[in-house]
């Protein structure tokens, strides 16, 4: 199989390469491509893998390029993990909302939106070429916010594209450790789970049919030796009576997170763009040592991961610093995919309890399907929309495991963030500008028509081609 990986100078690439050549992904793949628009990076992501211990010349041939329709042609299975703008955009996407008050993060927010208008085009542009070069491919998308990009790519890819996110697996993982409680491998019929992409909640764990999750949530040393466990106060978890997505935080602790952010000498962001500003032109001549020092870095990285979130000198914990996650979902979800065996993950794809067709045209063949196909995963949730969910991954796609209804608050945020989303994937698929601004007011984070007409205006300043977008569009 041919691996194409869009983004492959991206930082996580070794990890997904560190996998193909070791462990139980060995030989899943025969050939990886590696695309990217900036050739530096491409440069030095390939030194880390020259280098990584063992060498790779003879477990698996890699070949860079910055010519896509080239990389897509013969591709098997196509990665994204592309960052329109760079490190560089990531820090304006989070400074615009922090310098008027609000929270400044990546994905959630007004940060996420901002990163959305600009990552979909260049997605839908991946997704058409990938009809015409590659038409038998499937996506797996980590391209954040990996839920709306989905979303927007389904139109186009139809079953053939699934949003991946490590973060609701690794909770699964986490509070099953935490309970003592060992998942079977491959299989999630016990587990509880609905939302959106970093916007989820772990309700049930079953464990030999027993749901085990009200002892762990009544269990204040079980919750503190692990990451969501710690994020939230033992008192308010035993009342909610789940277990959120570490996203969360950013909602139920929204003063603490902005007033956290704000006293911080950088932003995420930042950390983020200088680190990598000063690592790549180190990598790409560093030989030997472009493994290690990349390594390095990748701890330094994962050491920073929600620190907005912990008091001064708490450090994450081993474990969570080990990685590992990212590229476990990644490539379990492409050997499902390749005919390597059936597996349950939970993904980003659409709310319903059959296989999401393939574009719009194809309908399904009889009536029982055509039923299955609009009964939603997440009651509540509209059948057609992208969402966060268990999942049974065969050769054929992605199809959601059925979930409990979620609980009023749960679903109000969940259908408020929704529309939200979508609001985002109209803007950027038809250039409707009063959608963008609808979108910033609506967030249950800004709530505001002012700041958002100041939002959308201070991304537009910074980002010309935001801009730009709306001309032919209806404003």
């Known amino acids: 199989m041919r691996l194409l990986i869009a983004g492959g100078g991206g930082f996580r690439v070794p990890l997904i390469f560190r996998a193909l050549v070791s462990g139980r992904f060995s030989g899943l793949v025969t050939e990886l491509v590696l695309y990217d628009v900036d050739p530096a990076r491409l440069d030095a992501v390939t030194a880390v893998l020259e280098s990584m211990p063992g060498g790779h010349g003879a477990r698996l041939p890699v070949r860079a390029t910055t010519n896509l329709s080239e990389a897509l042609s013969g591709s098997t299975m196509v990665f994204a993990a592309i960052r329109p703008g760079g490190t560089a955009g990531r820090v304006a996407d989070e400074a615009v909302a922090q310098d008027l ?104 764990l079953e464990s030999g049919g027993r749901d085990v999750l009200p002892a762990l949530l009544a269990d204040a040393g079980a919750l503190q030796s692990f990451e969501e466990g710690r994020l939230f106060p033992q008192p308010f978890l035993a009342e909610l009576g789940m277990l959120p997505n570490e996203y969360l935080y950013y909602y139920y602790q929204r003063d603490e997170a902005r007033r956290a952010m704000q006293a911080m000498a950088q932003t995420r962001g930042e950390s983020i763009h200088r ?131 979620p609980d009023g608050p749960q679903l109000g945020l969940l259908q408020r963030v929704k529309e939200v989303e979508r609001l985002v994937v109209l803007a950027a698929t038809t250039g409707n500008r009063d959608a963008a601004l609808e979108a910033f007011a609506r967030h249950p984070l800004v709530e505001s028509p002012d700041l958002a007409a100041k939002l959308l205006t201070g991304y537009e300043q910074v980002f010309p081609a935001l801009g730009k977008m709306w001309e032919g569009g209806r404003r």
């Open 101 to 204: 008050g609000l929270l400044g993060q990546e994905t959630t927010g007004a940060g996420g939106i901002s990163y959305a208008l600009r990552t979909i085009p260049h997605m839908l542009h991946l997704a058409r070429l990938m009809r015409e070069h590659c038409p038998d491919a499937s996506l797996i998308n980590f391209t954040n916010p990996a839920g709306m990009v989905t979303e927007a790519l389904v139109p186009v890819l139809g079953r053939r594209v699934i949003g991946i996110c490590d973060s609701a697996g690794g909770l699964v993982q986490r509070a099953a450790a935490a309970a003592r409680v060992q998942l079977q491998e491959g299989r999630l019929d016990g587990v509880g789970y609905y939302g959106l992409n970093h916007l989820g909640w772990l309700y049930r």
């Open 275 to 405: 680190q990598q500003q000063e690592l790549y032109p180190r990598l790409a001549s560093a030989g030997p040592d472009a493994y290690r020092l990349w390594e390095e870095a990748r701890r330094s990285r994962e050491e920073g991961y929600l620190a907005e979130a912990r008091h001064a000198g708490e450090r994450r914990a081993e474990e969570d610093l080990a990685g590992g996650g990212y590229e476990r979902v990644a490539l379990a979800a492409m050997r499902a995919l390749a005919g390597g065996g059936d597996t349950q993950l939970v993904l980003n794809t659409r709310n319903t309890l059959a296989p999401a067709g393939q574009p719009e045209a194809h309908a399904p063949a009889s009536a029982t399907a055509a039923a299955a196909a609009t009964q939603p995963a997440i009651p509540g949730l509209p059948a057609d929309a992208v969402v966060e969910v268990p999942c049974t991954v065969t050769a054929t796609g992605a199809v959601p495991l059925p979930q409990q209804a």
